[in-house]
């Protein structure tokens, strides 16, 4: 593919991404109508107006692309395109988690991961845009001054339940599922980092798209951790036939495989081979 089609080929991704932000501008407003919280309408209004930039930043790149004057290298698409399908990636599998927990008539999100874990800052935002409550073990030192994830966690309104050892994590978790059970909370266990069947579900689909898309790659190299990403976008490698190879390249401890591959026979059954 030359320069010139991979630049039409971001052109479209990008009015997709509008589309997308357009969206986000009109539920944002719908939930600013319908809430009485503080905290959740300055969060809508943040968000509100963070896809109206994005909206506006899109534009220009179009604009630049489809008159010639901003030239961009093959390195640059692939870069920008890679953060593109990772955060809709993110929301994909959040959003599979969400719907899981809504059949179930789940009223309160439970999950754990770093102190900045975007999984749970997904899981927050989620909630609050769902109308669950939200409470989130996180391992690792809490700050003085809550920033980035972590303080975005706070402003959806998670409440955070701090482990300093991560070896006492997944048994916290599991006292913290059992308490809001038994206090009739009716929580849904969203797993560390989102891996679960049904969270691993938005990777192996990604690989359908990735090859529907036409893109030609010898490998797909992505950070590994809970190990629900390495094992939907293996799934997805061997239902979809992906002929590249699939390297995680580990960002934190390292985890039997055996908790991957356990859940392995009932993500086939949920893509209905």
Same mark, same amino acid.
């Given at each position: 593919m030359s320069t010139k089609e991979k630049q039409a080929q971001l052109v479209e991704i990008l009015k997709a991404w509008q589309h997308i932000e357009n969206r986000s501008v009109a539920q944002t407003a719908d939930i600013i109508d319908k809430s009485?919280?503080?905290?959740? &309408?300055?969060?809508?209004?943040?968000? $509100? &107006?963070?896809?109206?930039?994005?909206h506006r930043v899109?534009?220009?790149?179009?604009?630049?692309?489809?008159?010639?004057?901003?030239?961009?290298t093959p390195d640059d698409i692939a870069q920008v395109w890679s953060a593109i399908e990772a955060h809709i990636e993110a929301e994909r599998r959040t959003g599979e988690l969400v719907a899981a927990a809504q059949k179930q008539d789940a009223r309160m999100l439970i999950s754990a991961g770093a102190i900045q874990s975007n999984h749970c800052r997904q899981t927050a935002?989620?909630?609050?845009?769902?109308?669950?409550?939200?409470?989130?073990?996180?391992?690792?030192?809490?700050?003085?001054?809550?920033?980035?994830?972590?303080?975005?966690? $706070?402003?959806?309104?998670?409440?955070?339940?701090?482990? @300093?050892?991560r070896k006492?994590?997944?048994?916290?978790?599991?006292? =913290?599922?059992?308490?809001?059970?038994?206090?009739?909370?009716?929580?849904?266990?969203?797993?560390?980092?989102?891996?679960?069947? =049904?969270?691993?579900?938005?990777?192996a689909f990604a690989v359908d798209e990735f090859l529907k898309q036409?893109?030609?790659?010898?490998?797909?190299?992505?950070?590994?951790?809970?190990?629900? @990403?390495?094992?939907?976008?293996?799934?997805?490698q061997r239902v979809f036939g992906y002929k590249g190879k699939i390297l995680g390249v580990s960002n934190s401890r390292s985890r039997q495989m055996g908790e991957v591959d356990c859940f392995k026979d009932e993500r086939y059954k949920r893509l209905d081979l």
């Open positions: 009485t919280n503080p905290v959740i &309408r300055i969060v809508m209004e943040i968000i $509100q &107006r963070d896809s109206a930039m994005h899109q534009q220009f790149i179009i604009d630049s692309l489809e008159n010639q004057a901003l030239q961009i935002a989620a909630a609050a845009r769902y109308g669950f409550e939200c409470t989130l073990v996180l391992s690792g030192e809490l700050p003085e001054q809550p920033s980035a994830n972590l303080l975005l966690d $706070q402003l959806f309104g998670a409440k955070i339940v701090n482990v @300093t050892e006492d994590q997944d048994r916290i978790l599991q006292e =913290t599922f059992d308490q809001a059970t038994e206090g009739g909370k009716k929580p849904y266990l969203v797993p560390y980092g989102g891996s679960s069947p =049904t969270g691993a579900l938005g990777y036409g893109i030609h790659a010898d490998w797909i190299v992505f950070a590994t951790s809970s190990g629900g @990403t390495h094992a939907g976008l293996v799934l997805g």
